[in-house]
Nanobody, 119 residues
Framework: QVQLVESGGGLVQAGGSLTLSCAAP????????MGWYHQAPGKQRELVAT???????NYGDRVKGRFTVSRDNAKKTVSLQMNSLKPDDTGVYYC?????????????WGRGTQVTVSS
């Protein structure tokens, strides 16, 4: 089963910035929507941001005005620029894509990358 690959997580102080990146492997030949989801400790996974093939974006209320999602269709990558980070942003960030592979269209996930924001 194909899996997206995230990078860029880490430890940052409140008010700081981080950029997450996600790349699709060669087994994925086409992608519709791509995006990021956040799972805080003990909580359900929630939408952070999505971006369509033509660049239309959608953000969760909690991150509007602070995070920016972007993608490179040619490279099959999606990034998340996170500014003004808060302790509540701590958690695992998962990349997801509505992607076409050998099994057809499916929702493909990454393993996640940890972000920790200290107060």
């Amino acid at each position: 089963q194909v899996q997206l690959v995230e990078s860029g997580g880490g430890l940052v102080q409140a008010g700081g910035s981080l950029t997450l990146s996600c790349a699709a492997p060669e087994g994925i030949s086409d992608i519709r929507d791509m995006g990021w989801y956040h799972q805080a400790p003990g909580k359900q996974r929630e939408l952070v941001a999505t971006v369509t093939r033509i660049g239309t974006t959608n953000y969760g209320d909690r991150v509007k005005g602070r995070f920016t999602v972007s993608r490179d269709n040619a490279k099959k990558t999606v990034s998340l620029q996170m500014n003004s980070l808060k302790p509540d942003d701590t958690g695992v960030y998962y990349c997801a894509a509505d992607a076409f592979s050998a099994i057809g269209w499916s929702l493909v996930w990454g393993r996640g990358t940890q972000v920790t924001v200290s107060s």
